[in-house]
């Protein structure tokens, strides 16, 4: 938990001449001085007011994924606009993500932004209740408006950007054989796994696909278990694979672990995890699928702050937005940028229609 407060030392300055104590007690407040306007969740608050709250999914800041890149996006708005960024992570099985948003709301936080999909339940009964503050959810769909007039979702064309990731897997294996590790069995990860295994399958439908998911639906441990990335990641390797796609969230560190002592590569997910990753692990990063949280919080926050938030939909980052992408850190696929660019070209022209649920 973290909070950050911001003020101009001169401003500062020039309320303890004017005002002594009385100044004084003003700048220790912690009383909210921003607020919402309605159930449609509007936003516009006065950016000296602006008071952000994130709340952080299963594994919390420091994953190297995105969590973290959630806290970029939040980070690089509350810079900007001169305003407060409280943090809270969930306790250690997250059974405690409803009280998180009601912490934040109750303290007038506004606007309050969920990180992952497993909010979905929590969101829609905590939102209601607090008509007047402005939620956000990233990768959670708010499309027909039943989580609350008050909540949008920020949600992504995951299936797109790991089209690429196949793409590039297919055309840089040897063995024409590769994996995909995803972190928990779920709608969402089944889109990263479907673009992948599209994509591959659309440079050799000959290749070799194994795929396996670190922990089951409904348990999220499968996003903070590096260990256990590392034995999934391990067994594929050792069956052959040389290049394995991660969508484990914080387990994708085992994954890096596990082509490392294999003297194979392996793709990173959400943010480019080649400029993250300890330095001995970035010679096996080939390259990352980027899926743009920090963009999409950060304007989020932004058109909250200009009132142009509407509430009860979605906001889509894809391909066409830049939302989504292929990182090329570490120069390990600048020899097939043609042939991802016309992929992606297909992508977006509608030549391609890449699938959403697995075969």
Do not use: W
Not at 8 to 24: F, P, R, T, V
Not at 95 to 103: G, V
Not at 203 to 213: E, G, L, S
């Amino acid at each position: 938990m973290r909070r950050a407060r911001r003020m101009k030392a001169s401003a500062q300055a020039m309320a303890l001449l004017l005002a002594g104590s009385m100044a004084l007690a003003a700048c220790a407040s912690d009383e909210p001085t921003g607020t919402g306007t309605g159930s449609g969740g509007g936003g516009g608050a006065a950016t000296e007011d602006l008071r952000i709250g994130l709340a952080y999914d299963e594994g919390g800041r420091g994953d190297q994924s995105f969590n973290d890149s959630a806290y970029a996006g939040a980070s690089a708005a509350a810079d900007a606009l001169g305003a407060d960024l409280q943090e809270l992570s969930p306790n250690e099985d997250a059974s405690n993500r409803a009280e998180l948003l009601t912490q934040l709301a109750e303290q007038g936080f506004n606007p309050v932004i969920a990180v992952g999909f497993a909010y979905d339940d929590v969101i829609a009964e905590v939102a209601p209740q607090f008509p007047d503050t402005t939620f956000a959810q990233v990768d959670g769909s708010n499309a027909d408006g039943a989580k609350g007039d008050n909540v949008t979702g920020l949600v992504f064309a995951e299936e797109e950007g790991s089209f690429l990731a196949g793409v590039a897997a297919a055309l840089k294996s040897e063995s024409g054989h590769i994996g995909f590790v995803g972190g928990v069995e779920s709608p969402l990860i089944e889109k990263f796994e479907a673009g992948y295994v599209a994509g591959a399958q659309a440079v050799n439908p000959q290749i070799r696909i194994d795929r396996q998911y670190i922990s089951p639906a409904g348990d999220f441990s499968g996003f903070s278990d590096p260990a256990r990335g590392q034995i999934v990641a391990q067994g594929m390797y050792d069956a052959g694979a040389d290049i394995i796609f991660h969508a484990a969230g914080g387990s994708g560190t085992g994954v890096f672990q596990a082509a490392l002592a294999s003297g194979n590569r392996a793709i990173g997910v959400d943010s480019d995890q080649y400029l993250t990753v300890e330095p001995e692990l970035q010679p096996v990063v080939m390259t990352s699928m980027l899926k743009r949280v920090d963009n999409a919080v950060e304007q989020f926050i932004n058109d909250y702050a200009e009132g142009n938030v509407q509430g009860a939909q979605d906001v889509l980052s894809d391909l066409s937005t830049e939302g989504i992408g292929l990182a090329t850190s570490g120069g390990f696929i600048d020899d097939i940028q043609d042939d991802v660019q016309q992929y992606s070209q297909q992508i977006t022209d509608g030549t391609i229609t890449v699938p959403t649920t697995v075969e």
